[in-house]
């Protein structure tokens, strides 16, 4: 019986990949870009459009900073979910951690996890400066051996990953035992460039995020979807909530 539902799911995903696709999508320019981020709520924000300014100032390193509709994005999905505990992985100078922090229920906290004591000294000024400094605890090292030891227990709504491409995979295996059912997991930059589907032989993060939105799409743990938000954001939802066991 399994073998017999395996085959029809395979046939569907060959069915599917084998049509041709209509395009449903719009190619932006830079007008409709500029149009997208006036159409939001809060698209004059002193405090974010200031961090945006200081964020450039620093140079090339800042085109790691997200995107505006991306944080606006962001804020809408923790406090969608009512999340009151969150963790992400790459802060840099803390606009992304704004924005979930933002979007916390009352006496909620992210854990904001970066190895950069620079560019966290940016991030804790604005955290201030927004008035949620008192949401976000900053843990400085390296992601990985910070997740392995958080406390005993401690679980999750949502995360954020955006940290070292290569190290994705292991960032989520360790963050979704803890996270709840129903929970959030979004990773950025999974559309790396427009870069994927030709060949990555030089470019092991590209590699990782091509191996990671594989995993993902057939991971029985979560449903997931990759949206075409600035650089990609892979959005997954924990399965197994209490009554939907095969959700
Ligand atoms: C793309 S930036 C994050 C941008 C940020 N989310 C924002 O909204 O501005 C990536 C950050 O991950 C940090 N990082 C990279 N590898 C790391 C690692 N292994 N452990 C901890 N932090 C790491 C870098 O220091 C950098 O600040």
């Not at 854990?111 to 400085?140: C, F, H, M, P």
């Not at 999750?156 to 491409?165: Q, V």
């Not at 994705?168 to 929970?183: C, F, H, S, T, V």
Request: proline share 4%; charged share 25%; aromatic share 8%.
């Amino acid at each position: 019986m399994k073998a017999i539902h395996r085959v029809r799911r395979q046939t569907g995903i060959e069915w599917h990949l084998g049509i041709e696709m209509k395009a449903k999508y719009i190619a932006l320019t830079d007008a409709l870009y500029r149009y997208l981020c006036e159409c939001r709520t809060g698209a004059l924000d002193p405090v974010l459009d200031s961090l945006r300014e200081e964020t450039e100032a620093l140079g090339d390193v800042s085109r790691m900073q997200i995107s505006r509709e991306q944080g606006s994005f962001l804020t809408i999905l923790s406090a969608a979910i009512c999340a009151r505990s969150a963790v992400e992985i790459g802060t840099f100078t803390g606009y992304s951690a704004i924005c979930i922090a933002r979007g916390l229920a009352p006496g909620g906290r992210l854990i904001a996890v970066d190895r950069s004591q620079e560019w966290t000294a940016v991030a804790k000024r604005y955290w201030t400066r927004a008035g949620i400094d008192n949401r976000i605890e900053l843990r400085l090292g390296d992601a990985i051996p910070i997740l392995r030891n958080l406390e005993p227990g401690l679980t999750f709504d949502f995360a954020f990953i955006d940290g070292d491409k290569t190290e994705y995979d292991a960032y989520y295996e360790l963050i979704l035992p803890r996270l709840r059912p129903n929970g959030l997991v979004a990773f950025d930059n999974m559309l790396w460039g427009g870069k994927l589907g030709a060949p990555l032989r030089d470019d092991p993060s590209g590699r990782a995020i091509d191996a990671m939105n594989r995993k993902l799409a057939s991971d029985s743990r979560v449903e997931t979807v990759l949206l075409p938000v600035a650089d990609g954001i892979q959005l997954c939802r924990k399965r197994g909530a209490v009554g939907q066991a095969e959700w």
